[in-house]
């Protein structure tokens, strides 16, 4: 993804911390998509421009059908059908091929011994003990690092590579007596991944792999340019190719360890300390080796694991603090919100310190996360609304059978309210391809009045009783049926607790002229 940088300003003000009063004062950048994201915006509005009467309509391209999908009844069914009726294991074989490089290995290995293996797997993280051990390594990492987001200066001016933390380092920051500029995107990723990354992966992974999230942001900016099948040696893919290399050795090394680890016989010096490796990645490792898995299908298999882990819910806790600080009403309103879920306090900061980074403050927080997801409909809401701003997804189906696609009488009076409410039946055949498009959906005002602008109640409803709650109602942002995200239940947790955490402890404010378009993101 192609980014623009706004610079921000971090001030140096700090005292005794509490979520009301807070005691680090942060100006902040805003980041935003460019050309990637315009070219998502073009699509959704080509889709919209049609001025469908149904909720499904067909591209005839290159002899083959293509069957987009925006009707909510229609995408249920078609998401809940069974492998065999339609699957996505031809989209995921082409993306293991196009985008992680694996040559088509995974394609030509048996399915039903791969999707066992994944399925055993991925149904790990939606449920204890995984769930809660990951959970657990969240609140240790906030409570470790939230405070030192930024490391202020204390006196004096400049602050070098060696002062900061790996997080500040990616952000450019630059240090004055009192501020500290930095670019806010690559701060919020790196943050949030080492923190998260450790909860599936493991410290020593990281440690032994120090350029691995920097290779991971430069090969994914490149993620249009290896679907259209540019070979990785052209130019603008070089160095991107090179960075994937580097990942897929790190994890054929690292899936050696831990079956070796497993089995005793681990004699390597520096990956000594697994015992914070997740029991997902043990079966793993396991199951890839039982299955006698090419080196090409086990690396690439778990490099789109962990690209999922920590590419995609990074961007959206930039936007969900981006959001919340740039609206002071709904701020304050969700502080209010997780006050009883979360307390931060600090010692205040030596000021006969030259630097801060010699006398960090001496944080500690006490944070609910299970509380944070269950009490705090705000906080939820706005987390959708973000999921449905800026999450343009597509859920690809190739039909192995003819099916009856069932559009709603409901449906067809949403798409077409002249016509009689009655429902439809639209014929799918075999060897045609079903796009479910997610990004259509969310920006439809039928389904969401004014789609455009950013709204964090939108998604609070009230129960029986009349009690807030918060449901999605027609979004799928996380799939359905069998393909359904299995680290959604974690992502939940990884977006409220962080993101929480952040406000608890950091005041944000945008620094200098906002251009006016960004008022409408």
């Not at 005794?16 to 005691?23: E, I």
């Not at 790990?124 to 003990?129: F, T």
């Not at 007596?177 to 995107?185: K, S, T, Y």
């Not at 709204?455 to 449901?471: C, L, P, Q, Y």
Request: proline residues 5%; glycine residues 6%.
């Amino acid at each position: 993804m192609n980014i623009e940088l706004l610079r921000a300003r971090f001030s140096t003000k700090i005292e005794q911390v509490h979520l009301s009063t807070t005691g680090f004062y942060a100006y902040c950048a805003i980041v935003f998509p460019h050309k990637s994201r315009k070219r998502k915006i073009l699509l959704t509005k080509h889709l919209h421009s049609r001025k469908q009467t149904t909720g499904i309509w067909a591209l005839n391209i290159a002899n083959q059908k293509f069957n987009f999908i925006t009707a909510p009844s229609i995408a249920k069914t078609v998401l809940g059908l069974p492998s065999s009726v339609a699957s996505g294991d031809e989209s995921t074989n082409y993306f293991l091929e196009a985008f992680f490089g694996d040559g088509g290995a995974t394609r030509r290995m048996p399915q039903e011994a791969v999707w066992n293996l994944n399925h055993k797997t991925f149904n790990m993280l939606v449920r204890d003990p995984w769930l809660g051990r990951a959970t657990e390594g969240i609140v240790r990492g906030l409570k470790e690092r939230v405070g030192e987001l930024v490391t202020l200066q204390g006196k004096g001016e400049g602050k070098g590579a060696v002062d900061c933390k790996s997080w500040e380092k990616t952000a450019n920051p630059t240090s004055f007596p009192d501020h500290v500029e930095v670019d806010l995107l690559p701060l919020i990723r790196t943050f949030v991944s080492e923190i998260a990354g450790p909860t599936l992966l493991g410290h020593a992974f990281f440690e032994n792999n120090p350029s691995f999230l920097e290779d991971m942001w430069l090969w994914d900016s490149k993620f249009s340019l290896y679907l259209s099948r540019m070979p990785g040696w052209a130019p603008g893919l070089r160095e991107a190719t090179k960075a994937r290399k580097r990942m897929l050795d790190a994890f054929e090394e690292y899936l050696d360890v831990l079956v070796e680890h497993r089995r005793g016989t681990n004699s390597r010096e520096r990956w000594n300390d697994l015992g914070d490796v997740s029991s997902v990645m043990f079966e793993r490792a396991e199951g890839w080796k039982e299955i006698d898995a090419p080196v090409e299908v086990r690396t690439c298999n778990e490099l789109l694991l962990v690209w999922g882990l920590l590419v995609n819910t990074n961007l959206v806790i930039y936007w969900y603090l981006y959001h919340i600080y740039s609206t002071p009403n709904l701020l304050s309103a969700i502080r209010a919100e997780i006050d009883p879920f979360i307390k931060a306090s600090s010692l205040p900061m030596d000021s006969s310190s030259p630097n801060i980074s010699t006398a960090p403050p001496s944080n500690t927080l006490y944070i609910d996360i299970n509380a944070l997801t269950r009490s705090c409909p705000l906080s939820k809401s706005t987390y959708y609304e973000i999921l449905r701003l800026y999450v343009m997804s597509f859920t690809f189906k190739d039909f192995h059978q003819d099916f009856h696609a069932q559009q709603s009488a409901s449906d067809t009076s949403t798409f077409n309210p002249r016509s009689h409410p009655s429902s439809k039946s639209y014929l799918l055949r075999k060897g045609e391809k079903a796009i479910v498009a997610h990004c259509a959906h969310q920006k439809d005002a039928r389904f969401f009045p004014n789609p455009e602008e950013f709204d964090a109640r939108r998604f609070i409803v009230n129960d029986k009783t009349g009690k807030e709650t918060v449901s999605m109602g027609t979004m799928k942002a996380f799939g359905g049926g069998g393909s359904m995200c299995k680290g959604r239940n974690y992502a939940e947790r990884e977006v409220l607790g962080i993101g929480a955490a952040i406000l608890a402890v950091w005041n944000c404010e945008p620094v200098g002229v906002i251009p006016a378009y960004i008022d409408a993101l």
